[in-house]
């Protein structure tokens, strides 16, 4: 068909705009690859689409990590599933093209949880916060499967500001728990609580790595 550079050119706003749609995973994903192998320069294709990627992605990813934990049961935490590999390595690829990516995608999903643990203060919840544990479970998941690849861990180990804003609205989601609550309520913020825990092991292991090096 040509250069990669004008053939991305001419489908990339087709593309975003398809994406931005909110198509079925698979579409999604292939479109991604699609992206990723026509853009061969070092850095990440326009500023048109890391605007619309940064508002892509952490719906997506969120997506497909609530698909795997479904999936797998949540007996496994593994990069090296085949299903987990093939949805989420092409927004790896793209994280490590652009670190300013996934800076504003850590910041998105931070938001979503902080914005979420405040609706339910006042009983408010939104599209986004319709179970918030389930949230937080599925952003959690998301960063241990970034920690456990080495190059993108490589990457994270330098968002601690954004990774600590994620953290502080878990527990701000903690602290606004009702003292009595239903069995399913309970069972919801056990489900927070171990997020909290396994995030806070990832975050004292990049730290650890940070001073190491």
């Known amino acids: 068909m040509g250069d990669n550079t004008l053939v991305l050119q ?3 706003k087709i593309i975003l705009d398809q994406m931005s749609q909110n198509p ?3 579409n999604v994903c292939a479109m991604l690859r699609t992206l990723i192998t ?8 326009s500023q048109r689409a890391f605007i619309s990627l940064g508002n892509i992605l952490p719906r997506y990813l969120i997506d497909v990590v609530q698909c795997i934990v479904e999936d797998d049961k949540k ?3 593994s990069i090296s599933s085949s299903s987990c590999r093939y949805y989420l390595i092409p927004c790896f690829v793209l994280f490590d093209k652009s670190h300013e990516l996934l800076n504003l995608v850590l910041n998105t999903l931070g938001s979503w949880i902080t914005e979420s643990s405040l609706l339910h203060v ?8 319709t179970d918030i544990s389930s949230m937080v479970d599925a952003v959690v998941f998301l960063l241990q499967l970034m920690h456990i690849d080495d190059k993108i861990c490589q990457i994270i180990s330098s968002f601690k500001a954004e990774i600590d804003y994620i953290m502080e ?12 609550m239903t069995i399913e309520e309970k069972h919801k913020v056990h489900k927070v609580q171990c997020a909290h825990g396994r995030l806070h092991n990832v975050t004292n292991t990049l730290h650890s790595e940070m001073q190491s090096v």
């Open 24 to 26: 079925p995973l698979d």
């Open 122 to 129: 006042t009983g408010d919840l939104t599209h986004y916060a």
């Open 75 to 77: 007996t496994t935490v």
């Open 38 to 45: 026509l853009d061969s320069k070092t850095t990440i294709i």
């Open 10 to 12: 001419m489908l990339e």
């Open 169 to 180: 609205g878990i527990r701000l989601l903690q602290s606004s728990e009702e003292i009595s």
